[in-house]
Every structure is written in C-alpha cells, then in structure tokens.
C-alpha cells in the first residue's frame, strides 16, 4: 500500500525542493491550513494526516473513513480532538523535541527583544526618534548576564536553552513536576517565580497547566520581571498578564502563543508596547520541517508495512 498523505500545510517552491527527496514511497497532497475547501475535498481519501495547527475537530474526522494516523507535526496533541479520534480507531502520534531547536532559539531571541526593548527602538528609529542619545533608555533595558532565568517545564526546548542562558551569564533555575530538590537548579514553581527576573514557559497546554500562570502566580514575580510564552497561551491567564504589563508590576512580555489563535487584533496584548509578539511560528525554520517530515515520512512507512509506529501519543484501541 502506498499511504496518502494529507499535509496541512502549503510549501513555497524551495521549501518543497528540500522536502521532496524525503518523501519516498508516499503519495503527499499539500493543502493550506486556511484552505477549509481543499482540506474537506482531500480528507475522504487519506490515510494519513499531518497536523499543524489548525484544530482537527470530530467534524473533520468524521469525513476521514480510511484515516489510520494522525502525524502532529511537533509535540502538542491539544489541537486534535483525541476522543474523536479514540472512538474511530485512529492512532495519533507526535515527535517531541523536533522543533526544540528552533523554539529554544526564539524563545532567546523573546527574551533578548523584551530586555532590550528592540520593537519600540525599532519603530522610533524608522520614525526618526531617540536622537539624541536618551540617557533614561538605561533605565528601562538590561542584559541576560547576571539575571536569573527560570524555566517553567523541562523538556527538549528548555534543556537546549540552558547551555546559551548560561553561557551568557544567566543563573538558570528549572521547574517541573517530575524534578527533585536533589537537583541544585530544581525550584518548586511559585519559588522559582519569585526568584527569577525572566520567567520562560515550556510546557504542554493541559487541565492540570490550563491557567497556571494566573493573578496569583504573576503576584509572585518578581516587580519588573519578564514573561516568555512559546509553549501553549492557554498557560497563561491573559486579562491578569495584561493588568501586570500595564501597572508595570511585570516589566515586559515575549508572546509567540496566545489563548486564542489568530490573536484578535482587538486583543489588548497587542496595543501594549512592552510586550513582544509572534503568530505561533517560533517552531517554524526549513530545519524544523525537514526533521518533522523525515519523521512522518518514516512513520507512514511503518504503517504501511505494518511496523510498530514511534512516538504514539495515543493508540488506535486505548
């Protein structure tokens, strides 16, 4: 069997040139995540589904009579309707830390931006301001160097940040609910928060995790301190970050996710000029992609000849 292949997601001419070569043996449809009438005509016919990030909903499996696997394109499940998937025998896998080398990158690149406050220099430079040198810019920006960096989660992202962090300068202080006080940079969470001067989350968007950075948790950082997003927004509780960026009990934010995607223009994170913003594409370089699909292309050929699948996040009978 030739398994087809149903990509959510639509290369430009190069990125496809570097794709192509690991594709073999696959039957691949590529189809825009924003294009709903391509996506619905491709779904009966597919046996094999590669997920970005548009929610893959009952609706749409149920139009997907041969779907055997969905592929996630990256870690987080949370977009996939599992109990949908549960009920039609489809198996759902993921392959966690493919994207970790490009997220850890941007979420350096966040916090690099919020403490320098590049985004607001940026614009009045092109608008011909801040000449003269302003002497009180000193006040408001700072170095990584000697600042603590706590890592909310410590998966593939945040292992790979610590060696940069540290190299320079940054203490690092890690939290998750699998680590140890035997662990000298382990911190409980709400200690790690008020110990830390940029906070960086790197965890999945659960029920358990679901709002964990609330009122209270925000209360406990330190005044001034920095908050980095590039897990999941749904993380955070974004009325009670915005109350802490505008009273500046937080000093500035670094967002690539929000609770709700696309970000609302209307959202008030963004008429904020201390916070910095991505559309969730801190995952997203050629490099990523070409280890991503070299992982799919594999699994999909695993299916195909009746091989055990790897990274299997949810089986077809559990």
Known sequence: MTPRVLCHLAPTPALRARLDPLLDGLDVRWCAEDDEDRF?????????????????????????????????????????????????????????????????????????AALRRIVPLDAATRAGRGWPLDTALADRVGEIGGRVVGLVGHGAVARRLEAPLTALGATVLWHSPSGTAADPSWRPLDELLAASDIVSLHLPLTPGTERLIDAGRLARMRPGAILVNTSRGGVVDEAALVEALRTGRLGAAGLDVFATEPADPANPLLALDNVVVQPHVAWLTGETLERCVAIAAANARRLASGAPLENVVQGADS
């Open 40 to 112: 619905a005509a491709l779904l009966p016919g597919t046996d094999v589904l590669w997920h970005v990030l548009r929610p893959i909903t009952a609706d749409d499996l149920g139009r997907a009579p041969g779907l055997r696997l969905i592929q996630k394109l990256g870690s987080g499940v949370n977009t996939i309707d599992l109990d949908a998937a549960r009920a039609r025998g489809m198996t759902v896998a993921n392959m966690a830390g493919a994207n970790a080398p490009a997220v850890a990158e941007a979420a350096l690149a966040l916090m690099l």
